[in-house]
């Protein structure tokens, strides 16, 4: 087939990418990308719901979105709104839910319908890389507002919003993490969340708040969603991918008409998923609970493990930074270290691992954190990966000095 | 919710669309869309492949793209290159087969991968919808090339490349559905698929080959695809929708390794959905061609019962252009009806249809042409919507005279 040389090679847009590597598999201690834990795929029970929902309404895939609409299937709309009043205090209607293709796509239709190059966004300093890259690709100037361990630093926020009103160029958008914010964990309490929605009605500004994780915090519950304050200024998106699984493409968006009515008109995909959104539902609708109830536990004991195989393997020299839930843990080196540095090294020695600059806006100022997520892989791996990821560390930089009690050594 | 007034209004992109209208339901005679027949999903062997494969493979959804690599889940990737090798007469390699959300999202990454603004693209004059949009949005200047019943005139296209080439505007690629074209439906003969590579090497062109529907032949098989022809400079894509069911949104995509592996790079979608890809996949391998081989029978059946109903209710007064396959039929008024027209007073009668112009780059050119979708419709409901919408056409443009040999009379 390839006896012939490709015509491809000289007919590629001007900006196009070079080709994909070849996937050769995982690396043994893989500790980056949103996976979950394979074994708590409740899969007798998906089969079942998939089972049944199949029987029931299988015949509505044979019409564009089930004949039933562009916002998805309305059962899994249903349960979302019911969740969203459970969990985040939110008065949803199911009129308003869109099922999106991914939360991603969540983020691409609302930077579609909002903004032009150009206009000024707020990011948290340090964010969701994904977030960062579809915010730079639509030409939006992007100004990083601090964070603290309770998240946005309001008064940084109010005075980023005063300069930019001043300056003429005035945010359009925050765009925020607020619950088990990406990568720091933390939680925004009650008073940021009101000043938030105050400081966004006095300079006229859209709320985007993205709740990808916000399923999964250790304690349950937690503050409700900024959208349950200001649903006139909030749009909100969801995600099944941490709670029930990332392959099935499943997130959500809910916001008033003039959003989400437009996001559902520029929304050309042709629907999401059929069977992933009534196989989802199915399930979803009588278990989400004790599902997420169960999961978040697992994860808890994942985290507690990796806490601990972090702080023994390099004792005082890695700050942490505790998620309140979720799937990762975000550290920071001493300043002496450039985990760029370490990329290779690391590579070499099964570990990959998110970079601090990758999931940051400071640049050169993150080049000392780090991002280890610890839902798919055991205690075992996350362990064993810890302990040869501070070896291959002192090996670049000295640091830690000391492993478990023992002097680390060369070689 | 909307009690306070809501803020996203003015806080849009410019060139924002609207908010989507509320959904309210299909028209009583929808001819429009690629939809299939409700009665032909297979939902109890669905039901059963589904349980079947989320029981063994279902773990594997709690990794992004299945931890299998992003060109899609190997057993469907498996079962397209068989499935190209026995009906398309094509050698695919399962290692270049990248499964896409739907064959739009290969019509994206093709555009994404492959144009710049400004680059030259020759299309058929009478062309998909979806496919005009996505490349004008692209800025390419589309070169339209005459088609009649057999598909694109070669000596047309031989003009077109000739005269770009002396204009120093080379055609960069040409995007064909040669096999069920849309919405014609013809077919391409052997003749012409070797003529049209010849000169895609003369003129050192792309090809960009769209089987949307080619599964789906009356006549089964049909000549190979020109993908097997000149696997060097053909991209070659299909879709499950046809052959399955829209509402899944899986397609596919094969050529060498520099297209393909440029559009793994370019596609963040995340993945495309594991349920939908596991369970068509599972059913597929074991049914595809009985499924198939029962689908067209039924889809001839309802062609033939609506070519039966355009002559019996218009007669001489308009053409047919009938297909060799798919779930479409490509008519044309006489030159005094503007189908345009039509299209409120038929709305009113509870008929939507696709008007020529929307399907074609002739504008004007093609405002006596329609196509009408019969995949969806019931045999009588057919029958009524075409009667019904020859009544709407004689009472606004006094066309057709007579309706199965009666004068037709307003009111």
Same mark, same amino acid.
Request: with cysteine.
């Given at each position: ?246 392959? =099935? $493409? &499943?997130?959500? *968006?809910?916001?008033?008409? #003039?959003? !989400?009515?437009?996001?559902? +008109? ?103 954190? =780090? $991002? &280890?997520?610890? *839902?798919?892989?055991?205690? #075992?791996? !996350?362990?064993?990966?810890? +302990? ?24």
């Amino acid at each position: 087939m390839d006896s012939q040389v490709s015509a491809f090679a000289s007919h590629m847009a001007k900006g196009a990418p070079p080709p994909a590597a070849r996937f050769t598999g995982f690396a043994e201690y893989y500790f980056i990308g949103g996976n979950n834990d394979p074994t708590q795929i409740p899969t007798e029970m998906l089969a079942k719901a998939a089972e049944t929902v199949i029987k029931r309404d299988g015949h509505l895939i044979a019409i564009y979105n089930m004949g039933l609409g562009p916002l998805g299937y309305p059962p899994l709309r249903k349960f979302v709104a019911d969740k969203m009043q459970r969990h985040r205090g939110v008065t949803a209607d199911a009129a308003n839910i869109l099922i999106t293709t991914g939360s991603n796509q969540g983020i691409d239709l609302v930077v579609a319908a909002m903004l032009n190059p150009g206009d000024v966004v707020v990011l948290e300093e340090h964010c969701y890389s994904s977030s960062i890259s579809r915010f730079k690709k639509s030409g939006a100037v992007i100004v990083p507002v601090k964070l603290d361990d309770d998240g946005i630093v309001m008064d940084d926020l109010a005075r980023i919003l005063a300069e930019q009103k001043a300056k003429g160029a005035p945010v359009k958008m925050i765009y925020t993490i607020p619950t088990i914010q990406n990568p720091t964990g933390s939680i925004l309490p009650m008073d940021r969340r009101h000043r938030m929605v105050e400081l966004a009605r006095q300079f006229d500004t859209i709320i985007f708040e993205d709740e990808c994780y916000a399923d999964l915090i250790w304690a349950g519950g937690g503050p409700p969603a900024l959208y349950s304050l200001a649903p006139d200024r909030v749009v909100h998106i969801g995600s099944f991918s941490k709670t029930l699984a990332p392959a =099935l $493409r &499943l997130g959500y *968006a809910t916001g008033d008409w #003039e959003i !989400i009515g437009r996001m559902a +008109a520029l929304k050309s995909d042709g629907g999401t998923g059929a069977l992933d959104q009534m196989i989802a539902s199915e399930y979803f609708t009588t278990y989400f609970d004790e599902h997420v109830e169960s999961l978040t536990a697992v994860l808890k004991d994942k985290l507690d493990c990796m806490v601990e195989a972090v702080e023994a393997e390099f004792g005082t020299h890695m700050t942490l930074f505790k998620p309140k839930g979720g799937i990762f843990l975000w550290m920071k080196l001493p300043d002496a270290v450039d985990v760029r540095k370490l990329i290779a090294p690391a590579a070499k020695a099964g570990i990959v691992f998110n970079p601090g600059p990758e999931w940051s806006l400071l640049g050169d100022g993150a080049k000392s954190h =780090l $991002r &280890l997520c610890f *839902a798919l892989n055991s205690k #075992e791996n !996350i362990r064993e990966g810890v +302990a040869k990821f501070a070896k291959v560390c002192f090996e670049e930089t000295g640091i830690p000095p000391r492993s478990r009690n023992v002097t680390n050594t060369a070689g």
